[in-house]
């Protein structure tokens, strides 16, 4: 199973990117949705995840400046990222969940710096 993502790159404080994860639907359909990061010497840790009854959380790190959503008949998933700030730079990677079993897309760069 692949999921694709895209959407990352370079940018100012203060500003905003929006990261896409598409996955096959018969995964999109079942599974939790999610966004990991992880930067330069530190662990990986859960950015947002979206269930597939529209159930979301947040990281506090990122609560009034990220917004995640889906779109089942396109089945993606998005990561609106605004506010950005310089410690959100990291490896974002999306994730598919379901019980024990996960799946993962490539990882895509966000850098946030002047």
């Known amino acids: 199973v692949q999921l694709q993502a895209s959407g990352g790159g370079l940018v100012q404080p203060g500003g905003a990117l929006r990261l896409s994860c598409a996955a096959p639907a018969v995964i999109f359909r079942v599974y939790a949705m999610g966004w990991y990061r992880q930067a330069p010497g530190k662990q990986r840790e859960l950015v947002a995840r979206i269930g597939s009854d529209g159930s979301i959380n947040y990281a506090d790190s990122v609560k009034g400046r990220f917004t995640i959503s889906r779109d089942n008949a396109k089945n993606t998933m998005y990561l609106q990222m605004n506010g950005l700030k310089p410690e959100d730079t990291a490896v974002y990677s999306c994730?598919?969940?379901?019980?024990?079993?996960?799946?993962w897309g490539q990882g895509t760069l966000v850098t946030v710096s002047s």
């Open positions: 994730n598919a969940h379901y019980y024990s079993r996960d799946f």
